[in-house]
Structures are given as C-alpha cells and as structure tokens.
C-alpha cells in the first residue's frame, strides 16, 4: 500500500479525520472518542444530483487520498473516484469517476477557497490530469501534463500551482491558464509531496531521491536547499499556518520537523515502526498529526508541541 498518503486531516485544535480500515473516522479530543464519519466498506451513492455525478455510485472503494476542510470531505480512490461529503449534512453530496484508464488513482486532493470566496478543490491523477472542481456546480476544468501528477499545491493567492510527478523535474503553472512559468530542477528521481509556506513565496517539494528541496518563487534557477531523510522517498509535506515550522514525512518511520525561522537547520526528528499515510498540523499549529497504516488498519498518533517546541507522543 505505499501510495496511501494524506490520509490526516486536522480541522481544528479538536478534531482530526483520518483512514481507519475503510472508513474515514473523526476523532475529538474534547470527548475522547473516535466516531465513523463515512464507510466505503460497502455501496455508495450519491443523495444529490449534479451534472456528472454517477448516480449508481462505488462499492467497496479502496481509498488512496483524502482531503477535509471547510467542512467538506473529499475521497479520492485507487480507481479515479472521487467522493464528496459535507460534514453537517447526511449522505454523499457527490460521485464521479476521473478517468476509466488503467492507471487511474487519485493521487492527492486539496481543498482551497477562490478568489470569489467559492469552496474548490483540486485532484491530481496518474492519468497525467490536474482537475479543478468549483463544489457549487461541481463543473470541472481540467489541465493535461507530460506525466503522471503526484502531487499539486496551490499558493495562497491560488495564482501559481506546483506540479511534482513521474519526472525528477516539477513544475511552476499558472493556475487560471495552465502555462508552465518554469521548471524545478535538482531532484534526481519522481517526486510525490509540495507545500507552499504561508507567506506565498516559498515552497517545498518531496521526493523519491530522499530529499526535500526548499525553493523561492522570484528565482527558480536552483533551490535554496536540500533535506535529506533518512531511508525512503519523502511522501507528505506541511507547514504551520504560521509558518514557523515545517513537517515532512517519510514513507515510513520517520518524521522530521524543521524550524524554518533557524534557515532550516534546527531538526527534530520523531521515528517509529510502521507506514505513514498521513500528517499535519493542527490550525492552531500546536498537534502534530501522524497517521501509522499497518496492513489494513489505520491508526493516530498526536504530538503535542509545548513552549519549549518539544514534542511528546500520545497515541490514541
């Protein structure tokens, strides 16, 4: 299973969503309790109708990525499905198919707001396809790579997108046109994580060569610099919404956080057995969120940052 990944989502201080089996569990803090948010263990289907929607809805979807936020869950699978839920609303709002092809998954979604303040989100396929869905009308508008997108981010004016797949170079794109503005060179092999920093200037890519590449939009002709992990491809990148931390993930036992105001150099490094499908920070930047994938169960481990930006590890 070692295309699971972003499969942690913190909504806020409280709460986080992960994969547990196949289904996607809230857990709160405050309670204590984890609750079964949406089972795809069985037959789904739609209980609204959009244009493109399928009706007849998926059994048995095998999930390969997932997205929370704004109160909307999405689910993307290893057979291009995607599923769409509001969280204050019973039921599956939306189901489509991206692709039929044969190399199908989803491979990352993010959800963001636009300009005009709509919910959207964006899917990133291995049928080389990038798809922005505007979540009122679940119209789509779909951008065609060279090869198979891994991972997409999205700055936080949403007018640049990172685009890291199957070839050691990425790419920076204009997010209304599509036009490639320039292209990322470093990375020796296929990259599979991005983030951008808050403050919209730099961002950071993953990738299968083990390291993670810091770079700065007004000059791309080289990155800034280069982490390295320690056994595996980096899968999952995140910064704090304050920008003063960054996470990146291995495919497996190990998590490094970086202070990002010491210029990267300060690290604390967090190890463990077991695949990582997932981690992020919580809104208020205090959580940690990791999520250990054995087998077939999905389980959570919180670290908790204290003043000091130690960090100490409840597993729930």
Not at 145 to 164: A, G, R
Not at 240 to 267: I, Q
Request: aromatic share 12%; charged share 20%; proline share 3%.
């Amino acid at each position: 299973m070692t295309q699971l990944r972003n499969l942690v989502w913190p909504t806020s201080k409280h709460d986080v969503y992960f994969m547990s089996l196949s289904s996607v569990v809230h857990w709160s803090s405050l309670t204590c309790k984890a609750s079964e948010v949406l089972n795809l263990s069985g037959h789904v289907t739609p209980s609204e109708k959009y244009p493109g929607s399928l009706l007849d809805g998926f059994t048995q979807t095998e999930v390969s990525t997932l997205a929370v936020k704004n109160n909307l869950l999405v689910a993307g699978g290893f057979q291009g499905e995607l599923i769409c839920k509001y969280l204050d609303r019973p039921g599956i709002c939306y189901c489509t198919r991206t692709t039929h092809g044969d190399n199908a998954i989803t491979n990352a979604v993010e959800i963001y707001t636009s300009r005009s303040g709509g919910i959207h989100f964006i899917a990133s396929n291995n049928d080389c396809g990038v798809r922005d869905f505007d979540v009122e009308t679940f119209k789509s508008k779909h951008i065609y790579f060279p090869w198979p997108v891994n991972h997409t981010s999205l700055c936080p004016n949403t007018k640049l997108l990172v685009i890291v797949g199957d070839d050691p170079d990425g790419m920076l794109v204009d997010s209304s046109s599509g036009k490639i503005i320039a292209h990322l060179r470093g990375h020796k092999d296929y990259s599979f994580a991005s983030a951008w920093h808050p403050d919209g200037i730099t961002f950071a890519t993953g990738n299968q060569d083990k390291t993670c590449r810091i770079w700065d939009a007004r000059n791309l002709s080289k990155s800034v610099t280069a982490l390295k992990g320690n056994l595996g491809s980096i899968r999952s990148i995140r910064y704090t919404s304050d920008g003063r931390f960054m996470a990146m993930a291995e495919a497996a036992d190990f998590v490094h956080v970086f202070d990002v105001e010491s210029g990267y150099e300060k690290e604390q490094q967090m190890d463990f057995f077991g695949e990582i499908s997932g981690m992020s920070f919580s809104p208020d930047t205090e959580s940690l969120f990791i999520g250990i994938w054995d087998l077939t169960y999905g389980s959570l481990v919180e670290y908790g940052r204290s003043r000091d930006y130690s960090y100490v590890d409840t597993i729930i």
